[in-house]
């Protein structure tokens, strides 16, 4: 076989611009796999994966994306080789997901427990927070007030409710083992919940929990599910967690909500804009814990990231099912596919 043949079947995968994307190409590299990085983020939006011509498009077989990369169903119709996605992080929300199926397409995701894992411990630690009133007590300390106001309470004896009960809240229930709380979760797609969870309907887990925490993935049957009607059932002295998705909650009805003081406070790590704007009206609010979407992010998932998309990204080559795949109803067609390629 000659040079010029042999460089024609190569594989090539279409990475990230992100700078996690850097990782991800120094591996597919050494394993002989041709890469194009795509487009460089941009801070506060998501944009396509890809904005070059779409025959650059023609041969490749991987699309490698992030939080920050949206991959539409026009870049999925421009790669006619395409044999999967990969999402480095673990949601989805920028990945047509419907066009991928339409096109019998493997989606992956990073759902690797330094991920999931790291939001629950995050989540462990904003209950604490919230409930201690850490952020009173710190602006306590900066003023050197004499009698600071007590406002916290203890996690002893409280109703944690858990909306969506899958790996980072199963984590978060494995991690108040020992704190004497009661453990209230709601999820349609979940009967059988671990011993030690209640499974109970959604105004009921708003209208008796202490502090309510979101763990959704962000689709159109969950976005906007927590809005006014929702935060209005909740307790006066209750506190809201999202580390799910912005969209999630309805942002103007939450801020009204939390100015008001119809409910203690809240404590966000995602929003409809990211980076949250500087003057955004959340940032003046004394009773709100704000984080940039890296709550539960440690040196030891930035150490994962690389080397799990690059994993899933030479399974599908190879044509394995990935570790971590998100529509496992399309594996069979996919498998199909592949064979008569």
């Not at 169903?73 to 421009?78: G, T, V």
């Not at 976005?223 to 209005?232: D, F, Y």
């Not at 008001?260 to 009206?281: C, K, M, N, R, T």
Request: proline fraction near 6%; aromatic fraction near 4%.
């Amino acid at each position: 076989m000659g040079a010029a043949e042999a460089q024609s079947v190569v594989a090539r995968v279409l990475v990230t611009g992100h700078p996690y994307g850097d990782g991800i190409e120094t591996i597919l590299l050494a394993n002989g796999i041709e890469v194009t990085r795509g487009n460089p983020p941009t801070p506060g939006r998501i944009e396509p994966v890809y904005s070059g011509r779409p025959s650059g498009l023609s041969r490749v077989e991987v699309v490698v994306v992030s939080h920050m990369d949206d991959c539409t169903s026009a870049i999925i119709a421009a790669a006619p080789r395409l044999r999967g996605i990969v999402s480095a992080v673990i949601g989805l929300d920028t990945v047509d997901l419907e066009a991928a199926d339409q096109h019998d397409l493997i989606v992956a995701h990073g759902a690797m427990e330094e991920n999931y894992l790291g939001v629950a411990e995050a989540t462990v630690m904003l209950i604490g927070a919230l409930l201690l009133d850490l952020p009173g007590k710190e602006r306590a300390f900066h003023t050197n007030a004499v009698e600071p106001e007590m406002r916290g309470h203890m996690v002893r004896g409280k109703t944690i409710g858990l909306v969506g009960l899958g790996r980072a809240a199963r984590g978060v229930w494995e991690r108040l083992q020992g704190w004497d709380v009661q453990v209230v979760a709601h999820d349609p797609f979940v009967h059988d919940a671990p011993p030690g969870i209640r499974i109970t309907s959604m105004p009921e887990l708003l209208a008796t929990s202490d502090v309510v925490s979101l763990h959704v993935m962000l689709n159109e049957t969950t976005r906007g599910m927590i809005g006014e009607e929702e935060l209005s059932l909740m307790k006066p002295d209750a506190f809201l967690i999202n580390t799910a998705r912005g969209s999630v909650v309805d942002e103007g009805a939450l801020l009204r909500t939390l100015a008001s003081g119809s409910i203690a406070g809240a404590a966000l790590d995602v929003f409809d804009q990211e980076p949250l704007p500087l003057d955004h009206p959340l940032r003046r609010l004394d009773n709100v814990i704000l984080t940039p979407h890296a709550v539960g992010h440690s040196r030891e998932l930035w150490d994962a990231i690389p080397r799990v998309a690059a994993e899933q990204v030479m399974a599908i080559l190879e044509g394995r099912p990935p570790r971590f795949v998100a529509n496992r109803h399309v594996l069979s067609r996919w498998q199909t596919r592949l064979a008569v390629q």
